[in-house]
């Protein structure tokens, strides 16, 4: 799999909007952008994906670049329950069985009140 | 809520015992996942099933036997284990483990946390 790399931290403030940043500069045509998150005492959770363009659902947005280089997973407004380690993996399709995700160590979102 | 259960949340056992974790999916989906997160390391893929059978293991020691009666359970079965194996067992589940994307999205229980003495 193609490798991404994430900050080890970031911090944002509650109400605010919250830009989280991955760069993969190796991914493929073939390769899906996934997002995941893990909150404390709890497995990961599902939060986005996308292939080329800017996709949006109840829990986030993420921009993908024009190259597919980067992308940017974006909290609207964040709040304290999102507050967890979030995790940009990339996830090839393109062909036969391809069940791994290959978690790196993700981004540290701390939220302030 | 995830529709993935695991239980017990909290083991602590000795090395020379044999106990095994048990995780539940109420999803219908097919394929069922076991990982390994130790403190300060990624999450590692220890095994995959999908309808029942093994299609992955990633170089586990033997220790540590999956079983998969049917496409809602999975256990994993643990022996004479090492203080080095401490750390939290997270079950997952998918629709498939096929090129899909939709039916490749994980949903992940919350885990066992174990302890070896």
């Given at each position: 799999?193609?490798?991404?790399?994430?900050?080890?931290?970031?911090?944002?403030?509650?109400?605010?909007?919250?830009?989280?940043?991955?760069?993969?500069?190796?991914?493929?045509?073939?390769?899906?952008?996934?997002?995941?998150?893990?909150?404390?005492?709890?497995?990961?959770?599902?939060?986005?994906?996308?292939?080329?363009?800017?996709?949006?659902?109840?829990?986030?947005?993420?921009?993908?670049?024009?190259?597919?280089?980067?992308?940017?997973?974006?909290?609207?407004?964040?709040?304290?329950?999102?507050?967890?380690?979030?995790?940009?993996?990339?996830?090839?399709?393109?062909?036969?069985?391809?069940?791994?995700?290959?978690?790196?160590?993700?981004?540290?979102?701390?939220?302030?009140? | 809520?995830?529709?993935?259960?695991?239980?017990p949340?909290h083991l602590v056992m000795g090395m020379t015992n044999k106990k095994s974790l048990?995780?539940?999916?109420?999803?219908?989906?097919?394929?069922?996942?076991?990982?390994?997160?130790?403190?300060?390391?990624?999450?590692?893929?220890?095994?995959?099933?999908?309808?029942?059978?093994?299609?992955?293991?990633?170089?586990?020691p033997?220790r540590f036997?999956?079983?998969?009666?049917?496409?809602?359970?999975?256990?994993l079965h643990l022996h004479t284990l090492q203080p080095e194996d401490s750390a939290?067992y997270?079950?997952?589940?998918?629709?498939?483990?096929?090129?899909?994307?939709?039916?490749?999205?994980?949903?992940?229980?919350?885990?066992t946390r174990l302890s070896v003495l």
């Amino acid at each position: 799999d193609a490798k991404t790399t994430q900050p080890n931290s970031m911090e944002s403030n509650e109400e605010e909007p919250v830009h989280l940043p991955c760069n993969h500069s190796t991914i493929s045509g073939t390769d899906y952008i996934h997002w995941y998150r893990q909150l404390p005492s709890q497995g990961p959770e599902y939060v986005i994906h996308g292939l080329t363009s800017n996709v949006n659902n109840r829990m986030a947005s993420l921009a993908i670049a024009e190259d597919r280089k980067s992308s940017t997973l974006i909290l609207h407004r964040a709040t304290l329950r999102d507050a967890a380690v979030y995790y940009c993996i990339l996830r090839d399709y393109s062909g036969g069985s391809n069940y791994k995700l290959t978690f790196g160590k993700g981004t540290l979102l701390t939220v302030n009140p | 809520e995830t529709g993935v259960t695991q239980t017990p949340r909290h083991l602590v056992m000795g090395m020379t015992n044999k106990k095994s974790l048990k995780c539940e999916q109420h999803l219908g989906h097919n394929a069922m996942y076991w990982y390994k997160q130790s403190a300060k390391k990624p999450l590692e893929l220890m095994f995959v099933y999908s309808l029942e059978e093994r299609v992955e293991n990633n170089s586990v020691p033997s220790r540590f036997s999956p079983e998969c009666p049917n496409s809602s359970h999975l256990f994993l079965h643990l022996h004479t284990l090492q203080p080095e194996d401490s750390a939290l067992y997270l079950c997952a589940s998918s629709q498939d483990d096929m090129v899909w994307e939709q039916g490749n999205i994980q949903y992940f229980g919350a885990g066992t946390r174990l302890s070896v003495l």
